[in-house]
């Protein structure tokens, strides 16, 4: 008998290794609120700004506004995720977001409302590159791929209920009570990370003076600016895809989003094990492929199953490419530049969907939606051949060595 408890034993894996820690849940629920309370935003904002009176290209600007404000604070985030702490960044991040989506419903004017996003992009920036940076150090280094693909599932499920949600609450309560619920889940996110053990601070082994402008990690350089011509096909579905539906008769916009976070799950179960084992060779070219697919879809958008076909393939491609792109971010970082790393990835990351949603606004205004989605088909082509270039660059520099 304790032959078989001694072999089970030196069968079972090292508490180390493990993921799905305490703080792990927790971190995992609190990113799962967060997001949740933002993705109910996703779809409804658009229309809010629509009541106000706003255009196509207003509304482009509200959401641009919002993702280049969270860019410009990320810097300053990733600095003080190594001097004030972990916790510190991420509750302060999570009350702005709170208390500025609280304040939305009271909101009469456009210009008001772009002032508050302005602000509450700066309490996203510190709360998600907080919280990237906080799941980064519970999971295993050997585990990280597979460790940041089940931490993404944190926000993908909130994907899957969050604009499906917001999208059917609009007619039935006020955009007042729907921004009241974003603000309340934003608090249960608050309220656990109060529970979350945070990792200390750790001084660098040799003291150097910190460069002047240190506003981005270079290791993390690759895998952020492939991350923005991704992100750059987020923008355009997010803000214009309900009008664009809307614009062809096509149903099915509330399906889409739960498709599209369902396929998006079932790839981050085994894109991050992929990633871990054989590299991102094996996980960015096809999920990129799955993405460019799906933006011609949209572009041609005839009918509902058209629209379900690419949610599918897009939440496949995406699912596998994010946090891959993440995980290598974040690798080849030194310890105290952790946080640095996954500032930088989330940086690119915004400026792709900030950058894309004021483009595509004047797109929209000026042609039509369906240019917004054949732009974003040439910015994925733009990412592969970035990739390759990124790909062969170091393959020659490792023969070189």
């Not at 919002?66 to 960044?89: I, M, N």
């Not at 597979?146 to 993908?156: C, D």
């Not at 399906?255 to 085994?270: C, D, E, K, N, P």
Request: hydrophobic residues 50%; aromatic residues 14%.
């Amino acid at each position: 008998m304790s032959d078989q408890m001694g072999e089970a034993r030196a069968y079972s894996r090292p508490k180390e290794d493990k993921i799905w820690t305490k703080d792990f849940i927790f971190i995992w629920l609190a990113n799962f609120f967060i997001f949740l309370g933002f993705q109910m935003t996703l779809p409804t904002l658009p229309l809010y700004v629509k009541e106000l009176g706003g255009s196509d290209q207003m509304v482009g600007i509200i959401v641009g506004i919002f993702t280049f404000s969270a860019l410009l604070l990320r810097p300053f985030a990733g600095h003080a995720l190594e001097t004030k702490g972990r916790g510190f960044v991420y509750i302060i991040g999570l009350a702005i977001f709170v208390i500025t989506m609280g304040i939305y419903g009271f909101l009469a004017s456009i210009f008001l409302l772009g002032l508050v996003r302005v602000i509450q992009g700066a309490g996203w920036g510190f709360s998600t590159t907080a919280g990237g940076t906080i799941a980064t150090d519970l999971i295993p280094p050997k585990r990280r791929g597979e460790g940041m693909g089940y931490f993404g599932l944190s926000g993908n499920i909130a994907l899957a209920m969050g604009p499906s949600l917001g999208l059917s609450l609009v007619g039935i309560i006020s955009f007042r009570d729907i921004f009241f619920i974003c603000a309340t889940l934003g608090l249960t996110a608050l309220l656990l990370s109060l529970g979350i053990r945070y990792k200390k601070v750790e001084a660098p082994e040799t003291q150097s003076k910190p460069a002047r402008f240190d506003v981005l990690e270079k290791t993390a350089l690759q895998p952020s600016i492939l991350m923005f011509f991704i992100t750059a096909t987020f923008g355009g579905i997010a803000t214009f895809l309900p009008l664009h539906a809307l614009e062809r008769n096509v149903e099915g916009i509330t399906m889409y989003f739960l498709v599209y976070a369902i396929f998006l799950m079932f790839s981050r179960l085994f894109a991050g094990q992929i990633y871990d084992k054989k590299g991102h060779l094996y996980v960015f070219i096809p999920g990129a492929l799955f993405i460019f697919s799906a933006m011609l879809l949209l572009a041609w958008l005839p009918s509902k199953t058209i629209l379900l076909t690419a949610a599918a393939l897009y939440g496949f491609g995406f699912g596998t490419v994010q946090p891959a792109l993440q995980a290598w971010a974040v690798d080849r970082a030194e310890a105290n530049r952790k946080g640095m790393a996954n500032a930088t990835f989330f940086s690119f990351f915004d400026l792709g969907i900030g950058v894309a949603a004021i483009f595509f606004g004047m797109l929209a205004s000026n042609i039509n939606y369906a240019s917004i989605y054949i732009a974003s088909s040439i910015s994925i082509l733009c990412s592969i051949i970035i990739y390759i270039y990124f790909y062969l660059k170091g393959k020659r520099q490792r023969s070189v060595i």
